[in-house]
């Protein structure tokens, strides 16, 4: 089993609609969950970063973590054609890695 | 500017001559790590450093070594590059350890024929 999980996609959405992005990962110890967008041909860039069981509301990003269930999501509300991009999910495993999932491709469509 | 810097960008080499991809951070960050990314395999952790002269493998440091004897660079080195080594390399650097958001460099493109 993958250690991070992703829909690889692609994932299309209407522009203004809400995207949602999920990630679920393997090792109950983790305890750092990070969303990285990454466009294409471009260095991944931190979206958003959560620690502790619930929501977290940055803008139009929302991070949701359920460590009982292990799993992750990244919602975009108001979606814009400029966040048509890769979206990472990475997840520190419980030392001093950091593992990342494939990756989902999201397309907003205007 | 707050940067992580990498060199060269773009590198084409044949199997067997040793190389060295260069990564620079100005922000003082105490971690540093190198990712490979290929498609359908997403970026994966290669080696990282919590300090000068401290580092530890990541999860594919086969066919890599690295060295960390200042604080601000941390040197990718292939001894014999082989072309499943091709890929698009990431440096990537945060202020304490893996926990804290890595900031990445601009990626390394190479290509071993």
């Known amino acids: 089993q993958k250690e991070v999980e992703q829909n690889s996609g692609p994932l299309s959405v209407p522009e203004g609609a809400i995207a949602s992005l999920n990630c679920t990962y393997s090792d109950r110890v983790s305890q750092s969950f990070f969303w990285y967008r990454q466009y294409s041909g471009k260095s991944p860039e931190l979206i958003m970063s959560?620690?502790?069981?619930g929501d977290k509301e940055d803008g139009r990003f929302t991070a949701q973590l359920n460590k009982a269930s292990q799993y992750v999501s990244l919602l975009i509300r108001d979606s814009q054609p400029s966040d048509s991009a890769t979206y990472l999910c990475?997840?520190?495993?419980?030392?001093?890695?950091?593992?990342f999932g494939t990756g989902t491709r999201l397309t907003i469509i205007p | 500017e707050a940067q992580v810097t990498q060199n060269p960008r773009y590198l084409i080499t044949v199997t067997g001559k040793k190389l060295t991809v260069t990564c620079s951070q100005n922000?003082?960050?105490?971690?540093m790590s190198w990712y490979r990314q290929d498609p359908g395999l997403g970026l994966r952790q290669i080696y990282y450093s919590m300090n000068v002269e401290v580092t530890d493998k990541g999860d594919v440091p086969e066919g890599y070594k690295v060295s960390r004897k200042e604080k601000r660079n941390f040197p990718l080195i292939l001894e014999s590059p082989s072309p499943n080594q091709t890929s698009l390399y990431f440096c990537?650097?945060?202020?304490?350890?893996?926990?804290?958001?890595?900031?990445f460099g601009p990626g390394t493109r190479l290509t071993v024929l």
């Open positions: 959560i620690y502790s069981n």
């Open positions: 990537a650097s945060s202020l304490a350890n893996s926990y804290n958001e890595q900031f």
């Open positions: 990475a997840v520190n495993v419980g030392n001093e890695k950091l593992t």
């Open positions: 922000m003082n960050h105490e971690y």
